[in-house]
């Protein structure tokens, strides 16, 4: 649909409308940032609030410098730490749980969840509804250190190829049904061994 409002010059380029923004944001662009990824980091909201990409997009149109991608990238993961703690306070108020405290937080599970700002989002809910130790959530920012400081510094890098495949709709659908696609099947996966079982 954008691609055809732009088409038809209803709606201006994306390049044109990166500009106005950093235009309208120019003095509060880090706490907008910091903003978008709170949204997005909490819970339920980031399914319906598309944080990141509209920060790479942000990032893409305001041509970072070395020391911005520094403010950048705290402004990133102090978001992404705050949704956790968020998260895991909702979790532990949501349900009576027994103390799992002693118990390690499993590495795997942690990087496994990492992967997206929204499976962070669950599994951090799920952390505090178990009950387990509130360190796994500052573990987490520490993480999210060197993965903010690449993506915004690659996306920095490669702004040109970022917004071509931003602007490029086959295959924005494309990336959106593979996804689609592995979704719907580790979904059915899991409900036929659940029914097995």
């Keep these: 649909m954008i691609s055809i409002f732009v088409h038809f010059k209803i709606v201006p380029p994306g390049a044109d409308l990166l500009n106005e923004i950093n235009d309208v944001f120019k003095d509060g662009f880090y706490g907008v940032i910091f ?26 149109g305001a041509k970072p410098t070395a020391l ?5 990238t ?40 990492m992967i997206h700002i929204n499976s962070l989002a669950f599994f951090m809910f799920s952390q505090g509804a178990k009950g387990r130790a509130r360190k796994i959530v500052y573990l987490a920012g520490l993480l999210n250190l060197p993965y903010y400081l690449l993506l915004i510094a690659a996306t920095s890098l490669l702004s ?16 959106i049904g593979v996804w689609l696609c592995v979704a719907i099947y580790l979904d059915v996966k899991k409900y036929r061994q659940e029914r097995s079982e």
Excluded: C
Excluded at 96 to 105: A, C, F, G, I, V
């Design 35 to 60: 903003l978008i990824i709170l949204l997005e980091a909490i819970v339920y909201i980031g399914f319906y609030f598309p944080g990141q990409f509209f920060a790479v997009i942000l990032v893409v």
């Design 68 to 72: 911005d991608i520094v403010y950048l």
């Design 74 to 113: 705290l402004a990133m993961v102090l978001a992404a730490t705050l949704g956790s703690l968020l998260n895991y306070e909702l979790g532990k108020a949501s349900t009576k749980h027994r103390s799992e405290e002693d118990q390690p937080p499993s590495w795997k599970q942690l990087l496994l969840a």
């Design 160 to 175: 040109e190829q970022v917004m071509a495949m931003a602007e490029n709709t086959i295959l924005l659908i494309s990336l």
